[in-house]
Every structure is written in C-alpha cells, then in structure tokens.
C-alpha cells in the first residue's frame, strides 16, 4: 500500500466529516457549474441576437418622432456627406410623404376604424380630419433595390412581385405600389395614377408581407422632392456600414458630422440595450463562478488544515519511522483529491440537474427589470413614419415594436442550456485548482511538524 | 556498534536555556540492551530523538557502524530512519485506520523492504511478538495495550535496524504485561543482533537490561 492509496482510504476515515466536505464541495461546484451553463447560454444567445442584427443606422431629422411629426427635414447633401465617413458603404435615403385625398385619385386601403376616426389627422399636424379618407404614404427612395429587401420601409421584407425597380437617381414618374395599395385601386404594371397634379406609371408591384408596408408606394427620391416640394429634403436615411464592429463607430461618427441636426439610431444601440439584462446576468454567473470555485477551495483548505491538526502526531510518527515529506505530503493530496473528485462528480451531475431552472430564474428576474427602455426603442424606431396619418402605425415602429418584444421573448425563450466539453473541461480544471489550493497550507504545515514531536511529553 | 562522544543538545524557552542533554558519550555493542534511567525531564527523550536522528544536536558525534550520522543531509537522515532505527513509543503510536499487519509493512514500505518479501517479513515479525493471523488483522483499537505495544515492536523490528530506540515502552502497561514487553525487546535484540536503548524509571525492567546508564540533568553516567 503506497501513500496514494493510503491517502484515498484515509479521506473515508471519518465518515461523517467526509460526506459533510464532500456535500459542501459539490454545492459549490454545482453552482459553479450551473453558473459557467448559464453564461454558455447567455453568451451564445448574446451573440446570436449581435449576429443578427442589422449592420444598418437609421438617421432621421431631430426630434422627428413618428407620428408625431416634428423636426426640420434633412437635406440631401448633408445625407450623401454621410458616404465620406470610413466604414460606410451606403446612404440610403428617403423621403416620406402624405398623399391626401385631393393630391391623388389613389384610394387608401386602410379604414380608420372607431380609434382612427378619434385620432385622424390628429397627429403630425398635416393631415385632414376625416374619418373615410386617408391619406397614402409615398417614399421617395434612392435606392429602391434597398427598399425592396428592407431598407427604406423600415426594416420590411419587401419583394418585387412584378414589373422592375427604378434606377435609385431616377426622376422619372414613376412608382412601385405596395400590393395592398395596387388591389385596392386595381393598380398593374403600367396603370397609372396621379399625384401632385402629375401621371406617375406603375412600373412595379411588392410585397412586404404586412397590409400597412403595403399600403405605401415607393418613387425615386428626386421625382418625390420636385413634386411634393421639398428639394432637397430628406426624412430619413438608413446607413449601411461593412461590418457590425464598425457600426457604432459610424453611428458616433455620424452624429459628429450631422450635429444636433439629426437623430442617429443604430439598431445595435437598441439591441446592446435589450442585451443589457443578458450581460447583467453574464457578469452575475462569472462572480458567482469564480466565488463558487474560490469558496470550495476555501472549505476543502480548512477542511484539510483541521484533519492535518487533528493527525499532527501521526505525521510526526509517519516521519519517525522513515516517511518523506514528500510521501507524507502526497498522502495527504490523495486524500484532499478524493474528496474534490467526489464532490466534483456529485457536484457535476447536479450543476446539470439545476442549471437548467437557475438560469431560466437568473434570466427571468432580470427581464422584469428591463422594461425601462422600451419606450426609446419605439420611438426611434418609428422615425420614418410621416405625420398627419390616423391610428395607421408607421411601419417602421411596428417593426421596431415586434423586434422589441417579440424579439426579447424570444431571447429568453431560445436560451436553452448545453454541457459542452468545455464546461466538462472546466470542471476538471476547477476541480484541480480546488485541490491544490486546498492542499497547499495543508502541504506546509505537514512539511514543518518536526518528527521530534512524537517523543514529548505523552 | 554505537558510538556516542559528547553529544550535546540545547533549548532555548522563554525561560532561559534548558541543557537537556549535556556532552554524553557512551557505547552500545551489537544486540546488547541498555537500560536508560532518569527522572522526568532529565534529557531521556532528547537523547532518544538525537540518536535517532529525529533531531540535530549542537555538538557531538554518533558513529553508526563507521558511519558518521551527523555529516548525513536531510535525505540520508530520512533513510537512516527508515531503515537503520526502530522506534517503540509509550504510547504505541501505531496508524489507527491500518490493521496491525499494515502497521508492519508501513515500516517495510518506507524502509523499501523488497516488494514480494513484505507479506512474508510482516507476518514473521508477527509470529515473533506472538499475534496470530486474527490479531494481525485488527485495527490497533480492537487490541489491548500489550498486543499493540507488540505491533509496535514487530514494527520496530521489521526492517532489520541496527538500533531500537524504545522510550518507556511499558509507561502504559500493567507491571506483568511489561515484563512481557521488555522480555521480547531482549529476544528480539539477541536474535536480530540489534542494539536496544530502552527509557524507563523502572527500576525492575532495568534490572532485566545488559547494562544501565543513568541521566541526570542532562549529563549520562554509567551505572556499574
Ligand atoms: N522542543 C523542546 N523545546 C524546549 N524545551 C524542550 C524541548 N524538548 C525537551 N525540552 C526540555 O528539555 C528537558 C528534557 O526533556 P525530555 O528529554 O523530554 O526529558 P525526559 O524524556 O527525560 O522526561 C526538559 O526540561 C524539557 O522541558
Ligand atoms: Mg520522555
């Protein structure tokens, strides 16, 4: 029987004390091991939710808050500036605008219902009360190709269902009409209808999958500026950027160059605030950890300086009779090392069995407390939508809205927790850890009792 | 064949130096028994610790043999231990969660005893104290005092030292049982050849030494 061996069997010597350090040792290691599942989770659903975002800005006029109007309309030029900026690789712009009843012979297809008919026109300040008309969103657009896979409008998923798309520095009459806009006034490729006194050709047909996105018709910018008035205005512009670790290196390079002319909204701002509670978490379950792994090292270290006090005169004897320090020591490892690879295997198998409920608790209690900035998000996200309209949200905010919440209740309902190989190997590591810190003033103290001692006083 | 010259070992305590063993010389031949007697705190267990190289004296030699112990590093000392010493305490001091038989070949692992000769040594060291295959197998507990005390000496023994240091090894026991003890202290050391110094303030057990040397105070006088 060698040291190690007598090692192992010591650590059942008492066997009450070792199913108490062994129980100890595999509640903290559990809890380390939930805590290191737990960030697993939290920090694959972090950047899953970073992978998906846009790598878009959305800029809009300051203090031009959806509906509510608002602001003084950005310039084209101060918008094609923005493609100065490093990391930019495009500058989509819009121009939103109202058709009323007496601007085209178009017929919306929304009904303004009891709350429309409260609210008509009661917003923006543009519109006209009515409670049977109203009025048709028009997008003038540089980059229509952009707006058709989701750029202008908001973030919609919009395709060309028919006809073609107009050159983005177009200033033809031209148009491509929302499916739901083209049903209702029997509207085909080359139909026509007027706007601001002038025929606009159909050229295209889209469909964005949701009545309001296709309710709106999409011109080339320039065509929209000339015939709405509005040279050179812009209300809103959505810039592209390369890469999203540069987005909000542009965003903060955007708002230096346009001032306290715009507001800048990267979608990334919106999304790292929804991440904040998952990083809140993240940093919860790393203290909690580190303090799990230290606090078993702790217990397992007092643990074994009491057992090395209490067999101070067996080491003494041990050492008399021709032991090493070194076999002595060892001993003492072996015993120290079985109960962390007890209580670390104890403790592993429950890690699992709770880590699944402590990080759905971990991430519930802390999404209770993010509400707060949902308020910012839809605003910011409702930017493009035009005044005057009636109960009809901008497209642009119910998109930003169902990110919102659709898109946080889905954070933490995907938030399934795995055992990877890395957790496993983390476990053998922590454990190796705890019983070297553990051993180590166990270690000292066994190397200077002196053997002498077994000869005093009895 | 042990030679001791003017060995010598000093405490400092709070209270001053305690000289608690002062230039001893003596000599012990192969398989003879020296009784040591002394008062309580005289130096006895000092000098115990000395020769066995438990600790370091401030002066003085211990020939072993030919062998100088006290040029011996830390490791040497360690062997030396393990191989060329046997301790027999008062108080047993067997390992409480071994059986009797691995009390033995604990002796006979730190001494690097070979291998596939442990078994055989171990049980013919309990043959020679008297304890039977039962007996071997219990833990010191389920032992009586004389029984462990014989564990202990088949322990002493096991390795083949050269000396056997036995500090009051019947301090424990009832007078009948210590004469038991001693009585295989004397066999052992016959038959093995092995010098035996063993402590005690009886002057009975003694009586029943080869030779006696007194302690006193520190310094060691022969007893003729
Ligand atoms: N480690 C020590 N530190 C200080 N004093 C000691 C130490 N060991 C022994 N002594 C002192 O040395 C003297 C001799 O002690 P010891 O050898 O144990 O005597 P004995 O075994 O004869 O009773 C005593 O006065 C004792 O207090
Ligand atoms: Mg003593």
Known sequence: ?????????????????????????????????????????????????????????????????????????????????????????????????????TQTNLTSPTTAGSLGARFGGGFGGGGTPT??????????????????????????????????AFSPTSTADVAIVGTTLATKNNLKVGSTFTAWGKTITVVGLYDAGSTFADSDALMP??????????????????????????????ATAITKKLGTAADVTSTQATVESQLAPLNTVKTISTYTLFGAVIGAALILLLSMLMIVRERRREIGVLKALGATNR?????FIAESTTFTVLGAAVGFIGGILVSSPITSALVSAESGSSSSPGGFVRGAGGGFGGGGSGFTPPSGAVTAGRFRFGGLSNTFSQLHTSVSWSTLIFALVAAI????????????TITRIRPAEVLRSE | MLNVEKLSKTFKTEGGEVHAVRDVTFH???????????????????????????????????????????NLDSGGRTKYRAREVGFVFQAFNLIPNLSAKENIKLALEFSNWPKNDRDARADAMLAMVGLDANKASRRPNKLSGGE????????????????????????SLDKATGQKIVQLLREAANTQKTTVLVV???????????RRLEIEDGALTEIA
């Open chain 1, 1 to 101: 029987m060698n040291a190690l061996r007598r090692g192992v069997r010591n650590a059942f010597r008492n066997a009450m004390r070792s199913v108490g350090v062994v129980v100890i040792l595999a509640v903290a290691i559990a809890l380390s091991i939930s805590m290191l599942i737990a960030r697993d989770a939290v920090n694959a659903k972090i950047s899953s939710v970073r992978s998906s975002t846009g790598n878009t800005i959305s800029v809009s006029p300051a203090g031009f808050f959806g509906g509510q109007g608002g602001g003084t309309a950005l310039t084209t030029a101060q918008i094609t500036g923005l493609l100065s900026i490093p990391n930019v690789t495009a500058v989509q712009a819009q121009l939103s605008e109202r058709l009323t009843s």
């Open chain 1, 131 to 164: 409670t049977s008309a109203l009025s048709i969103r028009v997008i003038g657009t540089n980059s229509p190709g952009n707006s058709l896979v989701g750029g202008a409008n908001g973030g919609g998923t919009e395709k060309l269902t028919s006809g073609v």
């Open chain 1, 221 to 250: 910018l320039a065509t929209v500026q000339t015939l709405a008035a509005a040279t050179n205005q812009v209300t809103g512009a959505t810039v592209v950027v390369n890469n999203l670790n540069n987005v909000s290196g542009a």
């Open chain 1, 327 to 331: 076999s002595v020591v060892s001993q």
């Open chain 1, 433 to 444: 850890v705890i019983a070297a810190l553990g051993s180590s003033v166990a270690s000292a």
């Open chain 2, 28 to 70: 012990a031949a192969d398989g003879e028994v020296v009784a040591i007697i002394g008062a309580s705190g005289s130096g006895k267990s000092t000098l115990l610790s000395l020769l066995g190289l438990l600790d370091a004296p401030d002066a003085g030699s211990i020939e072993m043999n030919g062998t100088q112990l006290a």
């Open chain 2, 148 to 171: 462990q005390q014989r564990v202990a000496i088949a322990r002493a023994f096991a390795a083949q030292p050269q000396l056997i240091l036995a500090d009051e090894p019947t301090g």
């Open chain 2, 200 to 210: 005690t303030h009886d002057e009975k057990i003694a009586n029943q030494a080869d």
